[in-house]
């Protein structure tokens, strides 16, 4: 089946860094993958997109702190976070979004929790 599986996050102090993967599985073609993070009490917000052919879009907030990267050989996206602060604590979700013929649908991995404490 069409999956999404995400890297184990952790607990890191601040100013420190931390990466991210998203696997891929079961897509007939991968389009646009990207990254959402969702702290408590907030909504879901983008952090990074990369699209098949390498073009990249992110969040003002993460800028010149993460980058977004992808293997297409492996399906699979990175996310390198760098001088990592405590806002950035939050669930991460990947997603991609799943072409066939006839539809383009989103998929959502489980998330994997960021923390990082101050």
């Known amino acids: 089946q069409v999956q999404l599986v995400e890297s184990r996050g952790g607990l890191v102090q601040a100013g420190g860094s931390m990466r991210l993967s998203c696997a891929a599985s079961?897509?007939?073609?991968?389009?646009?993958m990207g990254w959402f993070r969702q702290a408590p009490g907030k909504q879901r917000e983008l952090v990074a997109a990369i699209t098949s052919g390498g073009s990249t879009n992110y969040a003002d907030s993460v800028k010149g702190r993460f980058t977004i990267s992808r293997d297409n050989a492996k399906n699979t996206i990175y996310l390198q976070m760098n001088s990592l602060r405590p806002e950035d604590t939050a669930l991460y979700y990947c997603?991609?979004?799943?072409?066939?013929?006839?539809?383009?649908?989103?998929?959502w991995g489980q998330g994997t929790q960021v923390t990082v404490s101050s």
């Open positions: 079961g897509f007939f073609s991968i389009g646009t």
């Open positions: 997603n991609a979004d799943h072409r066939t013929l006839a539809t383009v649908t989103t998929v």
